[in-house]
T-cell receptor, first 114, second 113 residues
Framework: GDSVTQKEGLVTLTEGLPVMLNCTYQ???????LFWYVHYLNESPRLLLK?????KRTEHQGFHATLHKSSSSFHLQKSSAQLSDSALYYC????????????FGDGTQLVVKP | DAGVTQTPRHEVAEKGQTIILKCEPV?????LFWYRQTKIQGLELLSY????????DGGAFKDRFKAEMLNSSFSTLKIQPTEPKDSAVYLC???????????FGAGTRLSVL
């Protein structure tokens, strides 16, 4: 069945260093969408990035990700972490078919320290 | 535009009580999801509705959890009876049918004593 894997439960890094959060997935659906949702403390989770296009970089708010279907990956990156990036990040997949079920990874808590 | 509205924001229950959480999706969204969020398990699907029809439920939650779409703009999640292990944040999300982006509510933080 479909699944999403986020290997890192917690990532701690120093402000100014690059960020990379890993996401790999399994699906049989060629039209699947991949997403990154971000959940800041005391706010609602919200969409950060999404893509269904192979090998195309998508960017938002300084973050970027590229869907690589060959390796089933959709890693989230940022060149320089800011304190305000501290949050819980979820990678997710939607099947892109008529049922369009959604599958979430376990989430990665990003902590950025001064 | 109103987003997803969840009430109450916080709920404290005694073990064995019945609690009802409420959710109003974004107007016009026909897909509605209930999730339980914990640090250990992450986001766990409780129910997925499309136009009031149940599309998918989280098998592990059938026993004491019941979600309903009373109409296209209102859903409830009943937990009966509550147990301390149910302490978590319960998130509701909605989506346009045929769309792909989920819109989340702020969640209900449930504490069961």
């Amino acid at each position: 069945g479909d699944s999403v894997t986020q290997k890192e439960g917690l990532v701690t890094l120093t402000e100014g260093l690059p960020v990379m959060l890993n996401c790999t997935y399994q699906t049989i659906y060629s039209n699947a969408f991949l997403f990154w949702y971000v959940h800041y403390l005391n706010e609602s989770p919200r969409l950060l990035l999404k893509s269904s296009t192979d090998n195309k970089r998508t960017e938002h708010q300084g973050f970027h990700a590229t869907l690589h279907k060959s390796s089933s990956s959709f890693h989230l990156q940022k060149s320089s972490a800011q304190l305000s990036d501290s949050a819980l990040y979820y990678c997710a997949l939607s099947e892109g078919n008529s049922n369009n079920r959604i599958f979430f990874g376990d989430g990665t808590q990003l902590v950025v320290k001064p | 535009d109103a987003g997803v509205t969840q009430t109450p924001r916080h709920e404290v229950a005694e073990k064995g009580q019945t609690i009802i959480l409420k959710c109003e999706p974004v107007s016009g969204h026909n897909d509605l999801f209930w999730y339980r969020q914990t640090k250990i398990q992450g986001l766990e699907l409780l129910s997925y509705f499309r136009s009031k029809s149940l599309m998918e439920d989280g098998g592990a939650f059938k026993d004491r959890f019941k979600a309903e779409m009373l109409n296209s703009s209102f859903s409830t999640l009943k937990i009966q009876p509550t147990e301390p292990k149910d302490s978590a944040v319960y998130l509701c999300a909605s989506r346009l049918t045929g769309g792909n982006t989920l819109y989340f509510g702020a969640g209900t933080r449930l504490s069961v004593l």
